[in-house]
């Protein structure tokens, strides 16, 4: 454990809970993906498949508990519970483009060629293209509400501090995952441009709008 790794881990389940009580205090899931959230539920999912193999610590435990709920309480909202304010007409981006090419790249590309561990290297790809559809979405309707980019603002910074925690692991471990590395720069790299949109119009009380491509 390290600094960048614990505010990491926060940003990422501030980012959860934001989501959450944003759509539970609006009842409504307007400007969402709920592909994207379908996605990041995927990802936990196979994931975390070694809580019931592998204890590492209360926290470690604690926190993957947590995000599975978060995200599997997220999807209900949007698909069941709040389901009449979902926008399915501008949420169209097509998952198969994402699952096809990460999953076989998760059977060529892994550490050991087993159940878990495809799993875990198919988690790690996934989630650096998961918040895609939701990006898309923004791109279509041309703006966000204020709360959403809040949202991908902590998510992003999620990313961007685990970067740090795997330079920092690098230099006092000597530990080195390329796949989690390769995969999270490229997510980071996906945010590049929301973060510069963030800090020029968000932070200075603007709403992030973009020009609707026609």
Request: proline letters at 2%; a positive charge.
């Amino acid at each position: 454990m390290n600094i960048f790794r614990i505010l990491g881990d926060v940003s990422h389940l501030l980012a959860m809970i934001m989501l959450l009580m944003k759509i539970w205090r609006s009842k409504s899931c307007a400007g969402i993906s709920g592909k994207s959230q379908i996605l990041f539920a995927l990802v936990f999912t196979t994931r975390y498949l070694d809580l019931f193999t592998n204890f590492i610590s209360i926290y470690n435990t604690v926190m993957k508990v947590v995000f599975l709920i978060c995200a599997y309480v997220t999807v209900y909202l949007i698909y069941m519970k709040f389901r009449k304010t979902f926008d399915s007409e501008n949420d169209s981006f097509r998952l198969e483009f994402l699952l096809v090419p990460v999953t076989g790249l998760s059977f060529l590309e892994n550490y050991n060629f087993t159940p878990l561990e495809i799993l875990w290297t198919f988690s790690i790809y996934l989630e650096s293209v998961a918040i895609l559809p939701q990006l898309f979405m923004i791109s279509k309707t041309g703006e966000a509400e204020t709360i959403t980019t809040h949202y991908l603002f902590f998510l992003g910074l999620y990313r961007a501090l685990y970067l740090g925690n795997w330079i920092w692991r690098y230099y006092t471990e000597n530990f080195y995952d390329q796949i989690a590395v390769v995969a999270g720069v490229v997510q980071t790299i996906f945010y590049c441009d929301f973060f510069y949109l963030y800090v020029t119009k968000v932070l200075k009380g603007k709403k992030l709008s973009l020009p609707v491509p026609i």
